[in-house]
């Protein structure tokens, strides 16, 4: 089945972590720290813990340190607010800003098709399925018929990431997990 191409795609940006305060505004915990998409949006979609999506207004959103403040119309006090806990953020991906010449958004690459140049041409490996950050580097994480792998996004590992395809140079050094 393929997704119709004029329903937005949602992409989840932070959880409600608890409500903040009295008078029904929810603490958000937010997945990219560095982003700040979610003080600027009017509306946004919220998925429940049931899996139950409610698209909502937002009254105000302002930041608070790592983490983000946000009223929501029509949830006013605490009990409501406690109603939401635990429930997925998410906009629309077409609200993204622009990239520059080789950025990504890691929502676009996972799922592609991760390959692996070698010196007969190119090997199919599997699938992407996620980009993690540690502290010394960020890696693409590549389910493989031997294993999962957690690739160094680096230029001496990664030839090149798009949505579509990410090209492999090299597994040397690294084992499946």
């Known amino acids: 089945m393929t997704a119709d191409p004029s329903t937005p795609r949602f992409v989840p940006l932070a959880e409600i972590a608890r409500p903040h305060g009295v008078r029904g505004e929810v603490r958000l915990r937010v997945f990219n720290t560095d982003s700040d998409l979610l003080l600027s949006c009017k509306e946004i979609r919220l998925t429940l813990a049931d899996g139950t999506p409610l698209d909502v207004q937002v009254t105000s959103a302002r930041q608070a340190n790592e983490a983000i403040l946000m009223r929501i119309k029509g949830y006013g006090d605490r009990d409501q607010v406690l109603l939401l806990q635990g429930a997925k953020v998410s906009i629309p991906r077409d609200l ?73 140079r090299t597994l040397e050094d690294l084992e499946p997990g």
């Open 96 to 168: 993204f800003p622009p990239l520059e010449d080789g950025e990504f958004y890691v929502c676009d690459v996972v799922g592609a098709m991760a390959s692996l140049t070698t010196e007969t041409g190119v090997e199919e490996l599997g699938k992407v399925l996620d980009i993690r950050s540690y502290p010394t580097m960020d890696v693409v994480v590549i389910k493989t018929p031997r294993g999962t792998y957690e690739v160094p996004l680096m230029d001496a590992y990664i030839e090149s990431v798009s949505p579509e395809a990410v090209r492999i």
